[in-house]
């Protein structure tokens, strides 16, 4: 039986996402694979979680190519951007909060391309006077890594439907960043 790789990672993100200590014994177990099979794919915890964070950067950076964030208005690319990301939500919420994996100039290299095209999109929505101006467009794009990792805790733990969680994180985040036009 051929072991599906990128299946085993994101068991591995949902059950590390929520508990860092989570064992390899454990992951196996989720994953529906041996102790020595997940070994044999990863030689280890740091192996893995390099791989996770491989996958997750690729995977986002799939994500922000389909939502074609220069087309159209930046609202509407932010909500393309939250409903292209959503398969991939629980790698990434694993990622924003390990912060072992900041380490190395690749891995580095690789999370500033992705930030850049985020908080581009941003400046792209604050020059064109749909979002407030006093929020930075760095502290925005933490704020939507911040609610996409939430948002998939929350549907992992029951709390929210998987159906309703793109709405939920693009009407809260444009709601609190789009331009009052009352004075």
Do not use: C
Not at 27 to 34: F, L, N, T
Not at 135 to 148: F, M
């Amino acid at each position: 039986m051929a072991v599906d790789r990128e299946q085993v990672l994101r068991k591995a993100a949902a059950l590390l996402a929520r508990r860092a200590t989570t064992s390899m014994d454990d992951i196996a177990r989720a994953a529906g694979i041996s102790r020595a099979t997940l070994h044999r794919h990863f030689a280890g915890r740091d192996a893995l979680i390099r791989a996770l964070e491989e996958l997750g950067i690729a995977q986002f950076a799939q994500a922000m190519d389909a939502a074609g964030l220069d087309d159209g208005n930046a609202s509407d690319a932010l909500r393309r951007l939250i409903t292209e990301a959503e398969p991939v939500a629980a790698v990434l919420a694993f990622l924003f909060t390990e912060n072992q994996l900041f380490e190395g100039a690749e891995v580095n290299a690789g999370w500033a391309r992705l930030d850049a095209r985020i908080t581009a999109l941003f400046r792209r929505g604050q020059e064109e006077g749909d979002f407030r101006i006093d929020l930075s467009s760095a502290w925005l794009t933490e704020a939507l890594y911040g609610l996409i990792g939430a948002g998939s805790w929350a549907v992992q733990e029951g709390r929210v439907a998987r159906n309703d969680l793109n709405h939920s994180i693009a009407e809260l985040l444009l709601g609190g960043i789009r331009r009052s036009m009352e004075k």
